[in-house]
């Protein structure tokens, strides 16, 4: 006979934290948000941690180099999607990794030989102020001099005077070199004076160049996930299918950490992967696995090798699985059960192994009773596709500007291998849709919102660290009755605000 579990499958917008004891040091700016991505053995800190507890989405809609770097820039993480061709996907992983804030490749250049006229030409073209001299022109040529306007008058030489004659020469130009940090070349700046610093390799080639002027963006990143190398950290998705290609191509490129995309991740297939990766590269490599919703689901990825467990089947904006093959349970209730399991599997090992809860934010109170039910971290997809850095296009409907937004398993995305179970058969039918959702506005603007409620709510509760919201949040069924009662009700709305 069938087993009846004996429980409601429940979502997030059924919960509420009760707020309790908050101290005078219990303010948001006191708040950590870091959180271990990765697994660690009791009384060791995680290898490889998040500063704020949000990934993005293992989506062509969603996940691309320039929402990793901007993400990263916040604390937090991308997994660069793997429904694309290998040597694509590791040259977006290549992208983040040699990308460096603050960093510029010089893109107003100029030869030795050019005259004062080509000069004026080009800063015309690029309203650049600093012009770098390199001997062939090029932005990697090696670096023979700088111009700046200190450096001609116009009205005192002929227009078909050499560069060479008036440049400020190499030999008065301090530079700095590819180890040089943002935080080094700031300094160089503000001691000499300077406009910009020219970053050098060792046969002095011009490698990239930092300016004053871009002080005050590179110094707001101060919250940024680096690598030991200072450099943007990474993750991507990968299949049970061509992994053994896959996975050393994107070592190859720097990737952090891999995460397994499936839709139903209790399988064999993992496990393969799993001991695949512990066989041929030990703890080095990190890869989390997934989607799981119960205990035994969680205790058998943890225990077939993964660094961390993702949990949520059929709660994504944009999936119709639990329509179409009627599989799936309430996050909040997934989520739950799979916290706890975590905590016994640790109790008993002595290995913690973070849970990601994935799919199904749709507010950012969402994001606090996430982790209070146990999360370590989130992974969104619909929150990051609004936003200007995600890679799908911004179209005007009615009036609106919405962004699009499909699911990895529409017949848009055809990713057909995060939903087969083996064998040779492709996948007949969809498990999500395409979409457009409100456009809006930059990464930074909402991850900064997002996460000023979250560290508030944290505050009011009395919290100031995940673990610490984990371990002691109060939370609250809510009736019906009581959901509406929570957002504005029995008043007429000033502005045409709708209230869903
Ligand atoms: P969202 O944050 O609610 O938009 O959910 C994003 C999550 O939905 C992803 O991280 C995936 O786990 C899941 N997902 C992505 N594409 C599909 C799909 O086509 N069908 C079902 N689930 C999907």
């Not at 061509?242 to 994107?250: F, Q, S, V, W």
């Not at 059929?314 to 996050?331: H, N, V």
Request: charge should be negative; proline fraction near 2%; glycine fraction near 8%.
């Amino acid at each position: 006979m069938a087993v009846y579990l004996n429980e409601v499958s429940r979502t997030f917008g059924e919960y509420l934290l009760i707020p309790g004891y908050s101290s005078v040091e219990c303010i948001p700016a006191n708040v950590s948000l870091q959180t271990p991505l990765v697994k660690f053995k009791k009384g060791n800190k995680s290898p490889m941690s998040l500063k704020i507890p949000m990934t993005s989405a293992i989506m062509q809609s969603v996940s691309d180099d320039t929402m990793a770097i901007s993400l990263a820039k916040e604390g937090g993480l991308s997994f660069i999607y793997g429904s694309q061709s290998i040597e694509s996907q590791a040259q977006m992983v290549a992208r983040v990794k040699s990308y460096r804030a603050g960093f510029v490749v010089s893109d107003s250049n100029i030869s030795p030989e050019g005259t004062l006229d080509e000069l004026l030409m080009l800063k015309k073209k690029t309203n650049h102020s600093t012009v770098a001299v390199t001997i062939d022109g090029s932005s990697r040529g090696k670096l023979v001099g700088i111009i700046t306007s200190r450096d001609y008058r116009v009205s005192r030489m002929t227009l078909d005077t050499k560069v060479k004659d008036f440049m400020t020469p190499f030999e008065e130009i301090i530079c700095g070199n590819k180890d040089t940090t943002l935080k080094e070349a700031n300094n160089i700046i503000w001691e000499h004076k300077l406009n910009c610093l020219p970053i050098i390799d060792d046969e002095q080639r011009l490698i990239s160049m930092v300016f004053r002027k871009d002080y005050n963006t590179n110094k707001k990143n101060e919250n940024e996930l680096i690598d030991e190398s200072k450099r943007y950290m990474v993750g991507a998705g990968i299949n049970t299918r061509d992994y053994a290609e896959r996975i050393p191509a994107l070592l190859q490129a720097g990737v952090d950490v891999l995460c397994i995309d499936s839709s139903e991740g209790f399988t064999e297939w993992q496990k393969i992967v799993l001991e695949y990766v512990r066989k041929n590269y030990g703890d080095t490599v990190k890869i989390g696995a997934g989607n799981i919703v119960d205990k035994e689901g969680f205790r058998f990825l943890a225990e077939s090798g993964a660094d961390f467990v993702k949990v949520g089947i059929g709660g994504g904006a944009i999936c119709i699985t639990r329509e179409q093959k009627g599989i799936g349970r309430g996050q909040a209730t997934a989520l739950i059960e799979v916290a706890k399991a975590r905590d016994e599997y640790f109790n008993e090992t002595g290995i913690y192994v973070p849970i990601c809860s994935d799919g199904g934010t749709v507010h950012d109170y969402h994001i606090t009773l996430a982790l209070a039910m146990g999360a370590d971290f989130l992974m969104l997809g619909r929150y990051f596709a609004r936003f200007d850095e995600s890679p799908t296009k911004k179209v005007n409907i009615n009036g609106n500007y919405m962004k699009e937004y499909w699911g990895e398993g529409s017949t848009r995305a055809k990713n057909w291998q995060r939903y087969d179970l083996g064998g040779d058969e492709k996948l007949s039918f969809e498990e999500g849709v395409d979409s457009f959702v409100p456009y809006a506005g930059s990464l930074e603007d909402n991850v900064g919102l997002s996460l000023s409620i979250v560290r508030s709510t944290m505050c009011n509760c009395g919290y100031l660290t995940i673990s610490e919201l984990q371990k002691n949040a109060k939370i609250t069924l809510v009736s019906s009755t009581s959901i509406v009662e929570g957002s504005a009700h029995d008043v007429l709305l000033k502005d045409s605000r709708q209230i869903l």
